[in-house]
RNA sequence: GGCGACGUGGCCAAGUGGUAAGGCAAGGGUCUGCAAAACCCUCAUCACGGGUUCGAAUCCCGUCGUCGCCUCCA
């Protein structure tokens, strides 16, 4: 079984065939930058990391462009209403969606092309277009001349004649068919603007992920993606406009991936009903977001409220808790277990390979990480030593990493180590029993404080003094630190 | 109005012809001084109606409902 692609051009799943051997050009259309980007847009890139990530599991050498729309009526709006220059606020903007792509471990693209310095390529395209007679120019605007493109609406399914009689926008007398599209507009006062032969202006949005597509992976590439809200007008016009130039198809597999839903509707800056990934993670690991995109199907919407995001952050604990080392009195597996466990381990790779394989269906892999977790706990509970859980947990870690989760990140919570001291002189007097411990210094690393408090419970405990035993409990867990006791001892981490 | 997608247990969600993965929640149990964690057990016949088939959540028709796109949008 090969790698099944869904490719939205024809509706259905197929085998998965770059142009070249061992290599795939991958074009990911990323956001108009004027705010905040929030966790839909996020959503996005998360999917397309999992694609690029597999794809590299697979063994291609991926070539990733992702573009920022750095010039566009919104950008501009907003920079002029702020009394600022556009391209600096769009910068901002840029620099702010960088710094979430590495909060959110997301592999960084190849080539990230702005727009705005790619107009020298987006110019020569227009002409070239209008030579070709695909476009014209009216009054410094160019048009793309859809009639003449045969198959105009193959991607999004439409036809021209059924789309002029539902067509809600005020059309514009001056295009010869009303869905023409702008290649270049011409400028406007208060607007950044670039010469050309036409005249004077800046690029429409759909011709700039041709020109960089172009520019940068060539004139046909293998995966095209994006959100599905894109799929008409935005690709379909690239569609046309690269075609029309290169007479080839443009793209071998559409990828779209669905949108998320807040409140049952999509999450969209127009809208408002958006939390910005900023938000997000005050209060979240970016692990659990990931989580959240994984246990669904990328091309489905994905809902998002309180329960999912519980679900995920308690799912993302059960997978680290497959990590967690043999019990101190572990005796080792009997052979038996041993033996089932490997195999498991084996079923478990061979299980998530065919379900990635089966169009990137996560949901389906990440089923068989938990199953995987608990076969691993399973035989943790069975007295299996570290080195009888060793290959499943490196299993683990490697397919959880391939999806992009860092299991083994301990999140280690911020604690004031006054706190600590507290605690540990408060309990060391409760105790009476100075000479059992030493005084804590005030340089003394956090770890070795809860360790030093976690000594004196144990006295408490072995004196049965549940109450000061469980009040220690109870003060480290207001900090972060989860202590669990077991017949063979205690143990804390970081919760 | 046009195009498209979808409707699976309390929530989320796989599965597209052979009798329902997984996560969270819930209930019961093991362990534990207690708690937590972990482990074990329990928990759906797939919006509704009709049809095709030996057999359908899965195919076809209809009904209801939801969402997306048709305007900037990941």
Same mark, same amino acid.
């Given at each position: 079984?090969?790698?099944?692609?869904?490719?939205?051009?024809?509706?259905?799943?197929?085998?998965?065939?770059?142009?070249?051997?061992?290599?795939?050009?991958?074009?990911?259309?990323? =956001?108009?930058?004027?705010?905040?980007?929030?966790?839909?847009?996020?959503?996005?890139?998360?999917?397309? +990391?999992?694609? #690029?990530?597999?794809?590299?599991?697979?063994?291609?050498?991926? #070539?990733?462009?992702?573009?920022?729309?750095?010039?566009?009526?919104?950008?501009?709006?907003?920079?002029?209403?702020?009394?600022?220059?556009?391209?600096?606020?769009?910068?901002?903007?840029? &620099?702010?969606?960088?710094?979430?792509?590495?909060?959110?471990?997301?592999?960084?693209?190849?080539?990230?092309?702005?727009?705005?310095?790619?107009? &020298?390529?987006?110019?020569?395209?227009?002409?070239?277009?209008?030579?070709?007679?695909?476009?014209?120019?009216?009054?410094?605007?160019?048009?793309?001349?859809?009639?003449?493109?045969?198959?105009?609406?193959?991607?999004?399914?439409?036809? $021209?004649?059924?789309?002029?009689? @539902?067509?809600?926008?005020?059309?514009?007398?001056?295009?010869?068919?009303?869905?023409?599209?702008?290649l270049w507009k011409s400028a406007k006062e208060g607007e950044p603007s670039w010469e050309t032969p036409w005249g004077a202006g800046r690029p429409g949005w759909h011709i700039e992920c041709s020109a960089m597509a172009l520019h940068h992976l060539g004139p046909q590439i293998d995966i095209h993606g994006g959100g599905n809200d894109l799929v008409f007008p935005h690709h379909e016009n690239e569609i046309a406009q690269t075609e029309s130039l290169t007479g080839k198809p443009f793209a071998r597999y559409w990828m779209h991936n669905g949108m998320l839903q807040l409140s049952g509707e999509k999450m969209s800056k127009s809208?408002?009903?958006?939390?910005?990934?900023?938000?997000?993670?005050?209060?979240?690991?970016?692990?659990? $977001?990931?989580? $959240?995109?994984?246990?669904?199907?990328?091309?489905?919407?994905?809902?998002?409220?309180?329960?999912?995001?519980?679900?995920?952050?308690?799912?993302?604990?059960?997978?680290?808790?497959?990590?967690?080392?043999?019990?101190?009195?572990?005796?080792?597996?009997?052979?038996?277990?041993?033996?089932?466990?490997?195999?498991?381990?084996?079923?478990?790779?061979?299980?998530?390979?065919?379900?990635?394989?089966?169009?990137?269906?996560?949901?389906?892999?990440?089923?068989?990480?938990?199953?995987?977790?608990?076969?691993?706990?399973?035989?943790?509970?069975?007295?299996?030593? +570290?080195?009888?859980?060793? =290959?499943?947990?490196?299993?683990?870690?490697?397919?959880?990493?391939?999806?992009?989760?860092?299991?083994?990140?301990?999140?280690?919570?911020?604690?004031?180590?006054?706190?600590?001291?507290?605690?540990?002189?408060?309990?060391?007097?409760?105790?009476?029993?100075?000479?059992?411990?030493?005084?804590?210094?005030?340089?003394?690393?956090?770890? &070795?404080?809860?360790?030093?408090?976690?000594?004196?419970?144990?006295?408490? #405990?072995?004196?049965?003094?549940?109450?000061?035993?469980?009040?220690?409990?109870?003060?480290?867990?207001?900090? @972060?630190?989860?202590?669990?006791?077991?017949?063979?001892?205690?143990?804390?981490?970081? @919760?």
């Amino acid at each position: 079984m090969t790698l099944q692609i869904y490719n939205t051009l024809s509706r259905k799943k197929e085998p998965f065939e770059p142009l070249e051997a061992g290599k795939v050009s991958m074009y990911v259309c990323g =956001p108009t930058v004027y705010a905040d980007a929030h966790i839909g847009h996020a959503m996005s890139s998360l999917v397309f +990391d999992v694609v #690029r990530r597999y794809l590299e599991y697979c063994g291609y050498q991926v #070539r990733h462009v992702m573009n920022y729309t750095d010039v566009d009526d919104k950008i501009i709006q907003r920079a002029n209403h702020e009394g600022r220059d556009s391209l600096e606020l769009a910068q901002e903007y840029i &620099d702010a969606y960088n710094r979430h792509i590495e909060d959110l471990n997301i592999l960084p693209a190849n080539v990230f092309p702005k727009a705005t310095e790619e107009i &020298d390529q987006i110019v020569e395209m227009t002409a070239r277009l209008m030579d070709d007679g695909f476009a014209y120019s009216v009054d410094g605007d160019v048009y793309y001349r859809v009639e003449r493109k045969d198959d105009y609406g193959k991607l999004s399914g439409r036809k $021209l004649a059924d789309m002029q009689a @539902g067509s809600r926008v005020g059309v514009d007398e001056r295009k010869e068919h009303p869905m023409d599209f702008a290649l270049w507009k011409s400028a406007k006062e208060g607007e950044p603007s670039w010469e050309t032969p036409w005249g004077a202006g800046r690029p429409g949005w759909h011709i700039e992920c041709s020109a960089m597509a172009l520019h940068h992976l060539g004139p046909q590439i293998d995966i095209h993606g994006g959100g599905n809200d894109l799929v008409f007008p935005h690709h379909e016009n690239e569609i046309a406009q690269t075609e029309s130039l290169t007479g080839k198809p443009f793209a071998r597999y559409w990828m779209h991936n669905g949108m998320l839903q807040l409140s049952g509707e999509k999450m969209s800056k127009s809208i408002g009903n958006l939390v910005t990934i900023n938000d997000f993670l005050k209060e979240h690991e970016a692990d659990v $977001l990931r989580i $959240l995109v994984l246990n669904s199907s990328y091309r489905s919407p994905l809902s998002y409220n309180d329960e999912v995001l519980e679900a995920a952050t308690r799912g993302l604990e059960r997978l680290r808790s497959g990590l967690r080392p043999a019990l101190p009195g572990a005796q080792g597996a009997a052979p038996a277990l041993a033996k089932a466990l490997d195999e498991r381990t084996a079923a478990s790779k061979e299980g998530f390979i065919a379900a990635m394989d089966d169009d990137f269906n996560t949901s389906s892999a990440m089923a068989e990480l938990f199953d995987l977790v608990r076969r691993i706990n399973q035989a943790r509970d069975e007295s299996a030593k +570290d080195e009888d859980l060793k =290959p499943a947990q490196t299993l683990l870690l490697e397919l959880s990493g391939l999806l992009g989760l860092n299991l083994a990140h301990q999140v280690e919570t911020e604690i004031d180590p006054a706190d600590l001291i507290a605690i540990f002189e408060e309990m060391r007097a409760k105790l009476g029993d100075a000479e059992s411990s030493q005084a804590l210094g005030v340089d003394v690393g956090s770890e &070795d404080a809860i360790r030093a408090i976690l000594k004196l419970r144990e006295k408490f #405990r072995e004196a049965k003094q549940w109450a000061a035993s469980d009040e220690i409990r109870d003060r480290l867990a207001a900090l @972060g630190v989860l202590v669990e006791d077991n017949a063979q001892g205690s143990s804390w981490r970081w @919760g």
